[in-house]
């Protein structure tokens, strides 16, 4: 069997070289492999909290001064808002990874391949080939379907190939939690480019409800793609089954297009005589709770793979 | 009851103004004129025909026109017949047959005169325009028209027309032997021009006509060919085709009835019947046209000549006679009904009947009988009198109540000497409007706007549909809408009809692109009219 | 470098079954919006004989001149119609006389109404006779900013014993093109 050497630096190892699910590690790697970086989760939960509080430092400041806003200054306005909303969780996760550093060059790029990969293609596959704004409002459930299928899928993939076709090969990506990384960056980026082409699109955007949608998307690309980001980190660094890959995908793309479906509905409040028809506030808690859940779950199963991983090695072998 | 009556001031003799004005030459025939056509000097920049026989063929083909003459049914025009005509200035004058023009018989007028231009030889012609007489012959069956709006009725520019046109020959230069280009429209509608070559055969005399009346060819021409275009192989006109024998007995050789002209379903001889056959072979010489275009172009009066009178199918000769009663909610200040209408809402306050009548004598005594669900209205109805409208022109009848005519069917029936003459009914009520609600519903406006921009989206509907219908049992049948309406470019709209109170609606908004927003069970309750509304859609 | 082959067989298959899952959700994405935005429904019109089919989520409404008449309530702000007649004509006349009498009638009603062509076409086996037009749609509410919408229409003559049956499709000059297919499909319905 040819299995002495590092899989992540592929540096030749000993026989007796450390395995985790399978795989073999040279000594600095499999300690690299099993760090928890709490920086990660530190940056995950300041994110959270930061877009809440940008929200709310929007709402007061517009309810303050009331700025009245039109044409290109409000379409800068709104790119600058929806850049501000991405850069909170890089200056958390920059701030948090002082001491483990991620080269940086790194994440900022699949950030910006992840914005690349929207505006080449995520956007212009939706809009002009599958014209989704066409079909999906026509029924409820070919709505949903069309949600998972379409866009989940579209966007799932394209912020799960930003990550697998550009760092996961090198010997950098060599954490499990590596994934949720480059996962979440990737899917800021792409948020932040959809942010940008719809406040382009709207031609400016109303502040207060504009910066809600802005943060809503952040949080909710962002998570999905730091699930995803989770299963490649496993898939790297564990023998995992065929299915594992195209599983985590399709479970982001299922929960994205549940995600797109739910926020519409609840944001759609039945229409009274007054009309209404809009309220964004539970889009806002609803995308909260899935980023906190999202980074909640990964955090603890990352947690428990490394702690598994150690009980192993200390009941001897650490072989699968 | 309180009726008003009021008998029309209806200018006796005078002619709807639907139907073009008439200007008939005086007597047999204004003889050649000498000058040459004045035709081409209007415009320096149109081509010259010199040279190639194609082109002046291609000049010929675009210069020949389909004259559809239309009666109105409705609110729609109906083609009764068709014929050709030629083009004789840019500006849209147009020389055809007195009897495709119109009618001597004021109850066989077309009431408009459409224009198909010749856009290709493989194409039928387009309708674009209508057109009203200028000068008219009955006698020498020639006409000249001048295009005056488009279909629609807007007004056109003649000077911004710019059409081809060809210029008018002199026919007294033929001689036996001479070769003729003969273009027309052969007959029924949808169908393409026609080119025909021949050579002059002969020429026929007539009485009353000075030189040469009819020139013959030995080409055979369709009959709807009558009034098209005869060119020498310069590409100047020198005749119209016209069907000889026209104006006796029978109106067309070959008459057939091929459409609904009158809409009844059916294909019978109540409709107008198309001419599709009989051959013409007999060319009116141009320079007898030559007096009618100078008094079309100059605007001046030909004085006229009687009509001949015909017998007309189904009527008695030398009787007064009536046509079918229109009614109407109003006349205009012609006297002219300004719709023609079956049946009135509840709340009308007035109702108009309208007619035109012939050979009509102030000597005559007659009689209007109105009657409501069959009961004989005395208090409206006119008692035999004398008539005082002189032989011929349109009249009216009114009747009206400040509170609303009282609901139900009016018939009225017109008596000339105690032989009644024509009668017809109209129903007043009985239409669910929902307009009617307006005084106590509840009038509901506003804006449809992009929940994350909130700027008005164009274009989105607002949609209320029958009360006890959810959006969700809507199958998208019009019927179980009760109203809609559009958003304009604010993402503004206004429905049309108001909202009953006390009454639950389904409400659908929809634009494409966004989440459509629904309210089941809208309740309308006691609110100020009009209601501001917001709908806020946010995209997908 | 050496590589652990079983591995690296797994890993690239799973690359590729992510690519197939993909790959496969969205060809079913595709064909769940072909029959969302195409779904139709069986329609008859029993007096006149005519049966097709329209598309589901379009407004209907039914009479007799038209017959029918569906317009999409989610094409922009003129919404594409499809209108069917039934008009009574002697067998030997030509078909475009429907298409004449239409045309009176909208340019009676609508402004700045052309033809743009009147052609033979071939509809299912049959020669028809189709012409196109245009005019502007104005709306003279005083109080609605709508902007005069330029409209494209198509009417086709479909010959039939004692009849013709015209088809018309109506549509905002952007969305005309797009929008065709509906139109064909509606045609190519049609059984009488």
Same mark, same amino acid.
């Given at each position: 069997m040819d299995k002495n050497i590092c899989c992540v630096c592929h540096q030749p190892v000993d026989a007796d070289a450390k395995q985790l699910g399978g795989r073999t590690y040279c000594e600095r790697h499999y300690a690299k492999v099993i760090q928890d970086r709490p920086g990660v989760w530190r940056a995950g939960l300041g994110m959270i909290v930061g877009q809440l509080a940008f929200v709310l430092l929007v709402e007061i400041l517009v309810g303050l001064f009331k700025p009245t806003l039109a044409g290109g200054v409000l379409v800068a306005v709104g790119v600058g808002l929806a850049l501000i909303s991405a850069l909170i969780w890089l200056a958390f996760f920059y701030r948090?990874?002082?001491?483990?550093?991620?080269?940086?060059?790194?994440?900022?790029?699949?950030?910006?391949?992840?914005?690349?990969?929207? &505006?080449?293609?995520?956007?212009?596959?939706?809009?002009?080939?599958?014209?989704? &704004?066409?079909?999906?409002?026509?029924?409820?459930?070919?709505?949903?379907?069309?949600?998972?299928?379409?866009?989940?899928?579209? &966007?799932?993939?394209?912020?799960?190939?930003?990550?697998?076709?550009?760092v996961f090969p090198?010997?950098?990506?060599?954490?499990?939690?590596?994934?949720?990384?480059?996962?979440?960056?990737?899917?800021?980026?792409?948020?932040?480019?959809?942010?940008?082409?719809?406040?382009?699109?709207?031609?400016?955007?109303?502040? &207060?409800?504009?910066?809600?949608?802005?943060?809503?998307?952040?949080?909710?690309?962002?998570?999905?793609?730091?699930?995803?980001?989770y299963f490649l980190g496993r898939a790297k660094f564990e023998d995992e089954p065929v299915w594992w890959l195209p599983g985590g995908v399709a479970l982001a793309a299922l929960l994205n297009g549940v995600f797109t479906t739910l926020r519409g509905e609840l944001t759609t409040p039945a229409l009274d005589l007054a009309g209404g028809g809009f309220n964004p506030w539970p889009g806002l808690l609803l995308a909260t709770v899935v980023a906190a859940a999202t980074f909640g779950v990964l955090f603890y199963l990352i947690r428990r793979a490394n702690k598994i991983t150690l009980s192993g090695v200390d009941a001897g072998g650490g072989v699968e | 009851m309180t009726f008003l009556v009021a008998l029309s001031c209806g200018a006796p003799n005078t002619l709807p103004p639907a139907t073009p004005t008439v200007v008939k030459p005086a007597q047999a025939t204004p003889l050649a004129v000498e000058e040459p056509e004045t035709v081409t000097e209007e415009t320096p920049e149109t081509p010259t025909f010199t040279g190639d026989d194609r082109q002046i063929r291609q000049n010929l083909l675009r210069a020949t026109v389909q004259?559809?003459?239309?009666?109105?049914?409705?609110?729609? !025009?109906?083609?009764?017949?068709? %014929?050709? +005509? /030629?083009?004789?200035?840019?500006?849209?004058?147009?020389?055809?047959?007195?009897?495709?023009?119109?009618?001597?018989?004021?109850?066989?007028?077309?009431?408009?005169l459409g224009v198909a231009i010749t856009v290709r030889s493989d194409d039928t012609p387009e309708l674009r325009y209508l057109a009203e007489i200028r000068a008219i012959d009955y006698d020498l069956d020639l006409a000249v028209i001048q295009i005056v709006s488009d279909l629609s009725g807007n007004a056109v520019d003649p000077q911004q027309l710019g059409l081809t046109y060809v210029p008018l020959g002199d026919s007294d230069t033929l001689e036996l032997g001479d070769l003729l280009h003969i273009l027309g429209y052969p007959g029924i509608g949808g169908e393409t021009i026609t080119f025909t070559e021949g050579v002059v055969s002969g020429f026929t005399r007539e009485p009353g006509i000075e030189g040469r009346a009819y020139v013959k060819t030995d080409a055979t021409i369709a009959g709807g060919n009558s009034g098209g275009l005869a060119a020498n192989l310069s590409g100047e006109m020198i005749g119209v085709?016209?069907?000889? +024998?026209?104006?006796g007995a029978e109106r067309f050789a070959d008459c057939r009835y091929l459409a609904d002209t009158n809409g009844d379903g059916v294909i019978d001889e109540n409709d107008n019947c198309i001419p599709v056959g009989g051959f013409i072979n007999a060319i009116r010489p141009v320079n007898l046209a030559k007096p009618l275009v100078e008094a079309a172009k100059s605007g001046a009066t030909v004085p006229a000549t009687p009509a001949p009178t015909r017998p007309k199918p189904g009527k008695t000769s030398g009787q007064a006679s009536f046509s079918d009663i229109v009614f109407a909610p109003a006349v205009?200040?012609?006297?002219?009904?300004?719709?023609? =209408?079956?049946?009135?809402?509840? +709340?009308? /306050?007035?109702?108009?009947?309208? *007619?035109?009548?012939?050979?009509?004598?102030?000597?005559?005594? *007659?009689?209007?009988?109105?009657?409501?669900?069959?009961?004989?209205?005395?208090?409206?109805?006119?008692?035999?009198?004398?008539?005082? %409208?002189?032989?011929?022109?349109?009249?009216?009848?009114?009747?009206?109540?400040?509170? %609303?005519?009282?609901?139900?069917? !009016?018939?009225?029936?017109? !008596?000339?000497?105690?032989?009644?003459? =024509?009668e017809g009914s109209i129903t007043v009520g009985g239409v669910a409007s929902p307009s009617t609600t307006s005084g106590e519903g509840l009038w509901i406006r506003g804006y449809v706007i992009n929940a994350n921009t909130r700027r008005g989206i164009e274009g989105a509907l607002y949609i209320v549909l029958n009360p006890g219908i959810t959006v969700g049992d809507w199958e998208g049948d019009e019927k179980q809408v009760y109203t809609f309406a559009q958003t304009d470019l604010n993402g503004y709209f206004e429905l049309p009809y108001a909202l009953e109170r006390h009454q639950s609606y389904g409400i659908l908004v929809w634009a494409e692109g966004y989440r459509p927003v629904i309210g089941d069970d809208v309740l309308i309750g006691d609110e100020e009219s009009p209601y501001d509304v917001e709908v806020a859609l946010q995209r997908e | 470098?050496?590589?652990?082959?079983?591995?690296?067989?797994?890993?690239?298959?799973?690359?590729?079954?992510?690519?197939? $899952?993909?790959?496969?959700?969205? $060809?079913?994405?595709?064909? #769940?919006?072909?029959? @969302?935005?195409?779904?139709?429904?069986?329609?008859?019109?029993?007096?006149?004989?005519?049966?097709?089919?329209?598309?589901?989520?379009?407004?209907?409404? @039914?009479?007799?001149?038209?017959? #029918?008449?569906?317009?999409?309530?989610?094409?922009?702000?003129?919404?594409?119609?499809?209108?069917?007649?039934?008009?009574? #004509?002697?067998?030997?006349?030509?078909? @475009? $006389?429907?298409?004449?009498?239409?045309? #009176?009638?909208?340019?009676?009603?609508?402004?700045?109404?052309?033809?743009?062509?009147?052609?033979?076409?071939?509809?299912r086996g049959e020669t028809a006779v189709q012409r196109t037009f245009t005019y502007v749609l104005v709306d003279h509410h005083p109080y609605v900013d709508r902007l005069p919408e330029v409209v494209r229409g198509v009417d086709v003559a479909l010959r039939d014993e004692g009849r013709v049956i015209v088809v018309t499709y109506l549509a905002g000059s952007e969305t005309f093109d797009a929008d065709y297919r509906y139109f064909r499909t509606f045609i190519e319905s049609l059984r009488y």
């Amino acid at each position: 069997m040819d299995k002495n050497i590092c899989c992540v630096c592929h540096q030749p190892v000993d026989a007796d070289a450390k395995q985790l699910g399978g795989r073999t590690y040279c000594e600095r790697h499999y300690a690299k492999v099993i760090q928890d970086r709490p920086g990660v989760w530190r940056a995950g939960l300041g994110m959270i909290v930061g877009q809440l509080a940008f929200v709310l430092l929007v709402e007061i400041l517009v309810g303050l001064f009331k700025p009245t806003l039109a044409g290109g200054v409000l379409v800068a306005v709104g790119v600058g808002l929806a850049l501000i909303s991405a850069l909170i969780w890089l200056a958390f996760f920059y701030r948090q990874d002082r001491l483990e550093p991620e080269p940086k060059g790194y994440v900022l790029s699949v950030f910006i391949l992840g914005a690349l990969l929207a &505006q080449a293609v995520g956007i212009p596959l939706l809009d002009r080939v599958f014209e989704v &704004q066409r079909w999906l409002p026509r029924s409820p459930l070919g709505g949903l379907l069309g949600a998972i299928l379409v866009i989940g899928f579209v &966007q799932e993939f394209l912020k799960y190939a930003a990550v697998r076709y550009s760092v996961f090969p090198l010997p950098e990506f060599d954490e499990r939690v590596d994934g949720v990384i480059y996962g979440t960056a990737s899917g800021l980026g792409y948020a932040t480019m959809l942010n940008i082409n719809d406040i382009i699109a709207d031609g400016g955007v109303h502040l &207060q409800a504009g910066v809600i949608r802005i943060v809503v998307t952040a949080l909710a690309q962002a998570s999905f793609a730091g699930l995803t980001g989770y299963f490649l980190g496993r898939a790297k660094f564990e023998d995992e089954p065929v299915w594992w890959l195209p599983g985590g995908v399709a479970l982001a793309a299922l929960l994205n297009g549940v995600f797109t479906t739910l926020r519409g509905e609840l944001t759609t409040p039945a229409l009274d005589l007054a009309g209404g028809g809009f309220n964004p506030w539970p889009g806002l808690l609803l995308a909260t709770v899935v980023a906190a859940a999202t980074f909640g779950v990964l955090f603890y199963l990352i947690r428990r793979a490394n702690k598994i991983t150690l009980s192993g090695v200390d009941a001897g072998g650490g072989v699968e | 009851m309180t009726f008003l009556v009021a008998l029309s001031c209806g200018a006796p003799n005078t002619l709807p103004p639907a139907t073009p004005t008439v200007v008939k030459p005086a007597q047999a025939t204004p003889l050649a004129v000498e000058e040459p056509e004045t035709v081409t000097e209007e415009t320096p920049e149109t081509p010259t025909f010199t040279g190639d026989d194609r082109q002046i063929r291609q000049n010929l083909l675009r210069a020949t026109v389909q004259i559809f003459a239309l009666v109105h049914e409705g609110r729609q !025009y109906q083609p009764l017949w068709t %014929g050709s +005509g /030629t083009i004789l200035t840019p500006s849209g004058l147009i020389l055809t047959n007195a009897h495709v023009a119109s009618d001597p018989d004021p109850n066989y007028r077309p009431d408009a005169l459409g224009v198909a231009i010749t856009v290709r030889s493989d194409d039928t012609p387009e309708l674009r325009y209508l057109a009203e007489i200028r000068a008219i012959d009955y006698d020498l069956d020639l006409a000249v028209i001048q295009i005056v709006s488009d279909l629609s009725g807007n007004a056109v520019d003649p000077q911004q027309l710019g059409l081809t046109y060809v210029p008018l020959g002199d026919s007294d230069t033929l001689e036996l032997g001479d070769l003729l280009h003969i273009l027309g429209y052969p007959g029924i509608g949808g169908e393409t021009i026609t080119f025909t070559e021949g050579v002059v055969s002969g020429f026929t005399r007539e009485p009353g006509i000075e030189g040469r009346a009819y020139v013959k060819t030995d080409a055979t021409i369709a009959g709807g060919n009558s009034g098209g275009l005869a060119a020498n192989l310069s590409g100047e006109m020198i005749g119209v085709p016209t069907q000889v +024998g026209y104006g006796g007995a029978e109106r067309f050789a070959d008459c057939r009835y091929l459409a609904d002209t009158n809409g009844d379903g059916v294909i019978d001889e109540n409709d107008n019947c198309i001419p599709v056959g009989g051959f013409i072979n007999a060319i009116r010489p141009v320079n007898l046209a030559k007096p009618l275009v100078e008094a079309a172009k100059s605007g001046a009066t030909v004085p006229a000549t009687p009509a001949p009178t015909r017998p007309k199918p189904g009527k008695t000769s030398g009787q007064a006679s009536f046509s079918d009663i229109v009614f109407a909610p109003a006349v205009d200040d012609d006297d002219q009904p300004t719709m023609a =209408v079956t049946q009135l809402p509840s +709340g009308a /306050t007035e109702l108009y009947a309208c *007619w035109e009548y012939a050979e009509m004598a102030d000597s005559l005594t *007659w009689e209007a009988r109105w009657y409501l669900d069959g009961e004989y209205q005395a208090d409206v109805s006119w008692t035999p009198a004398a008539w005082k %409208g002189g032989e011929s022109g349109s009249w009216w009848l009114s009747i009206s109540n400040e509170n %609303g005519l009282i609901e139900g069917v !009016y018939r009225l029936e017109l !008596y000339v000497e105690d032989r009644k003459l =024509v009668e017809g009914s109209i129903t007043v009520g009985g239409v669910a409007s929902p307009s009617t609600t307006s005084g106590e519903g509840l009038w509901i406006r506003g804006y449809v706007i992009n929940a994350n921009t909130r700027r008005g989206i164009e274009g989105a509907l607002y949609i209320v549909l029958n009360p006890g219908i959810t959006v969700g049992d809507w199958e998208g049948d019009e019927k179980q809408v009760y109203t809609f309406a559009q958003t304009d470019l604010n993402g503004y709209f206004e429905l049309p009809y108001a909202l009953e109170r006390h009454q639950s609606y389904g409400i659908l908004v929809w634009a494409e692109g966004y989440r459509p927003v629904i309210g089941d069970d809208v309740l309308i309750g006691d609110e100020e009219s009009p209601y501001d509304v917001e709908v806020a859609l946010q995209r997908e | 470098m050496t590589v652990s082959p079983k591995t690296s067989r797994r890993d690239r298959w799973a690359d590729w079954a992510v690519i197939a $899952l993909v790959v496969v959700a969205l $060809l079913m994405g595709l064909w #769940l919006r072909r029959s @969302t935005l195409y779904r139709t429904e069986d329609f008859t019109w029993g007096d006149a004989g005519i049966a097709g089919r329209v598309f589901a989520g379009w407004v209907r409404q @039914t009479g007799t001149d038209p017959l #029918l008449s569906a317009r999409n309530p989610l094409s922009g702000s003129f919404n594409t119609v499809l209108e069917l007649r039934s008009r009574a #004509l002697a067998a030997e006349a030509d078909p @475009t $006389l429907a298409l004449d009498a239409l045309t #009176l009638e909208r340019a009676a009603t609508v402004d700045a109404y052309k033809t743009l062509s009147t052609a033979e076409v071939v509809v299912r086996g049959e020669t028809a006779v189709q012409r196109t037009f245009t005019y502007v749609l104005v709306d003279h509410h005083p109080y609605v900013d709508r902007l005069p919408e330029v409209v494209r229409g198509v009417d086709v003559a479909l010959r039939d014993e004692g009849r013709v049956i015209v088809v018309t499709y109506l549509a905002g000059s952007e969305t005309f093109d797009a929008d065709y297919r509906y139109f064909r499909t509606f045609i190519e319905s049609l059984r009488y």
